[in-house]
């Protein structure tokens, strides 16, 4: 039996997994990116002057990858692992909005690092990144392009101090430094001057240090920026848990791809919908309280008036579920 489709507490008719499978095998994955990519501008353009919380006019991204797993058996064309395969979803998002500006769909051997060389690097943007990215000979040829990058250090990383900031330790602060790389290979393939950040975070309870090529922010600004990266995070954490990219109809590289770009289709949707009606809730409940009124004649905008009744209406229906497996 396949899954069973519902439409507003409405059950169709079975609809065969097979179908939706070869559907997903024949039609081409691009026809979806194209159109996703449509609604990226246009999302980008509605957010252009949200406002970040910090004293600077750059657009600022979060460079991230998240791994799917998939069964080696049925994915033997993604292959991961010795007995396991997997999907990596390298994605740039513009934390305006959160918008995922940039999104490059590899097999889970592609390392993090390596989506740099196909990536369009804008000048005067801040690429934010965790330290699976630090590689000084891209980092440079970023700099060399006119972009900025704000990324954590590696414990190993060797350096000489050239000249220290003052700082307010009582923001948490430990230092900021002017620094040049010494390590045998970073000596030459980053040869120009670096500025180290090092920050107590009493959240996580731990010191991170940061490497930049943004001289002119506050230190306390740097350090803002690499917290904001988390919104990468919960990017992919909701589009995984709630357009349910997680489930696939179609084995086939084709049908992934597929999937994944009309699921990102859905969320830049939702931010676009957000935007243009001045809405005030999250992009999850707004989802949640669309995919239960598709076919309400009720104005769109009365429905967000009180969202909480419809959730609480909702929450223990199927009407929730696109498929029921």
């Known amino acids: 039996m396949g899954p069973k489709l519902y439409h507003m507490g409405f059950r169709c008719n079975t609809i065969s997994r097979n ?14 990116a194209d159109f996703a990519q449509s609604l990226i501008s246009q999302a980008v353009e509605l957010y252009r002057d949200e406002d970040l919380g910090i ?86 040829t970023l700099h060399q392009t006119g972009g900025f990058f704000v990324i954590r250090s590696k414990t190993n990383t060797q350096y000489k101090r050239i000249y220290s900031h003052p700082i307010d330790k009582s923001t948490g602060l430990q230092c900021d430094q002017t620094i040049r790389l010494t390590g045998v290979d970073t000596v030459t393939t980053y040869p120009e001057f670096l500025r180290r950040v090092r920050i107590y975070d009493q959240e996580q309870q731990k010191r991170l240090v940061f490497l930049t090529n943004l001289f002119h922010p ?38 992934v791809k597929m999937q994944i770009w009309i699921a990102v289709s859905v969320y830049v949707l939702v931010a676009i919908i957000k935007k243009r009606l001045y809405l005030e809730q999250s992009l999850y409940t707004i989802l949640q309280i669309l995919s239960v009124t598709i076919f309400d004649k009720t104005p769109i905008l009365e429905l967000f008036e009180q969202p909480e009744n419809i959730c609480q209406k909702h929450e223990n229906s199927n009407q929730l579920l696109l498929f029921d497996l």
């Open 19 to 32: 179908t939706l499978a070869n559907a997903n095998e024949k039609r081409p994955w691009n026809i979806y």
């Open 55 to 140: 004293d600077l006019k750059n657009t600022v991204y979060a460079l991230d990858a998240s791994t799917i797993d998939l069964c080696m058996s049925l994915f033997p064309w993604a292959k991961f692992r010795k007995t396991k395969s997997a999907v990596k979803l390298h994605t740039l998002l513009n934390l305006q909005g959160s918008i995922p500006e940039f999104i490059h769909i590899s097999d889970g051997k592609m390392h993090d690092v390596n989506v740099l060389d196909v990536l369009d690097i804008c000048p005067g943007a801040i690429y934010v990144m965790d330290r699976g990215y630090l590689d000084f000979e891209r980092l440079y």
């Open 218 to 255: 506050s230190a306390e600004t740097i350090a803002k920026l690499y917290k904001m990266r988390w919104q990468v995070e919960l990017f992919f954490k909701w589009i995984k848990q709630h357009l349910r990219i997680l489930s696939f109809f179609g084995t086939s590289e084709n049908a």
